[in-house]
């Protein structure tokens, strides 16, 4: 339960408190943002550029115009500079996320907050020598009530943005995993990839190959020789080696879902209200009963 709790508590930071570098200038008046990625921001997100001296709220998205560029409702009233460390931040009704923290802790001390509370596990037989692990996990939404209608309204969209990427990690990543680099650029319809070293991979192992753009899982057909592996098919993006990283996962989520949302509830007595999504994943775990427990020593 433990790796599934620190895997999701990782889902959820990464998309409520999402941040990304300027690659650009952005001079006073303009409206187009030039970021590293603009993959977790969505139209009508608010959010807020900061450096490391000032920073300029209340801005809200009106187009992702593509991977690398947001455009803004409004014009900046600043100047942006990529040597000041310019970043673009994702903000909630003028809110941030104090803490997210893992259980259900009787004491903390500032709200906003996320709780990540793992609640059940179940388990029954999927084949003849493995099982179906279901795992599930409550995650929480806390707000002082005392902030009224700004609180509930940065829980509801809290809970939507969560929601969302939940909904975009059906497999996430979970427990130990291998990690390797591309030596050589990857594109559309390559089955030989060429890494750093090919000592963690095996034949039809999984793999997921991945930059700040896109994800996708492959299958190791071959390995060639220590920087060459062959796929069973072929990559579907272009990916650059200087940007892409190979994981070699040893645990496999193959389904997972916010199955439930619990909207307004009060939470530990009347001074918080929290929503609450119930989320599941399912895992297949094998048993190897071969290899049973001596019964007499």
């Given at each position: ?17 999402t941040i990304t570098p300027l690659t650009a200038d952005i001079s006073i008046g ?212 200087e940007d892409a990283t190979l994981i070699l996962p040893t645990r496999f989520i ?44």
């Open positions: 339960m433990e790796d599934i709790l620190d895997s999701i508590r990782r889902v959820v930071s990464k998309w409520v408190q303009g409206d187009i943002v030039e970021v590293k990625s603009s993959i977790r921001f969505q139209v009508g997100d608010q959010v807020m550029i900061k450096d490391d001296i000032v920073a300029e709220t209340g801005l809200i998205v009106e187009e992702i115009v593509d991977k690398t560029h947001i455009k803004l409702t409004d014009s900046v009233l600043n100047e942006w500079t990529v040597a000041q460390n310019s970043t673009l931040i994702k903000t909630i009704n003028n809110m941030f996320v104090e803490g997210i923290y893992i259980g259900d802790p009787d004491v903390i001390s500032q709200y906003p907050a996320i709780t990540v509370n793992g609640t059940t596990r179940d388990s029954e037989w999927m084949t003849l020598d493995s099982t179906k692990e279901t795992y599930n996990i409550e995650i929480n939404v806390m707000v002082l009530d005392s902030t009224h209608e700004d609180g509930y309204r940065f829980m509801l969209a809290m809970t939507k943005t969560i929601e969302r990427g939940l909904k975009k990690n059906i497999f996430p990543l979970v427990g130990n995993f291998d990690v390797a680099s591309l030596i050589v650029d990857a594109s559309s319809g390559d089955i030989f990839l060429k890494v750093t070293d090919t000592s963690p991979f095996t034949n039809q192992g999984r793999l997921i190959l991945e930059d700040q753009f896109q994800s996708e899982e492959l299958w190791v057909d071959e390995i060639i020789d220590s920087q060459t592996i062959k796929l069973v098919n072929g990559v579907c993006f272009d990916y650059s080696y193959y389904n997972s879902w916010p199955a439930n949302i619990d909207y307004g509830k009060l939470h530990k007595g009347t001074l918080l209200k929290a929503s609450s999504i119930k989320w599941f994943a399912e895992e297949e775990e094998l048993q190897l009963m071969r290899k049973q427990d001596p019964k007499t020593n």
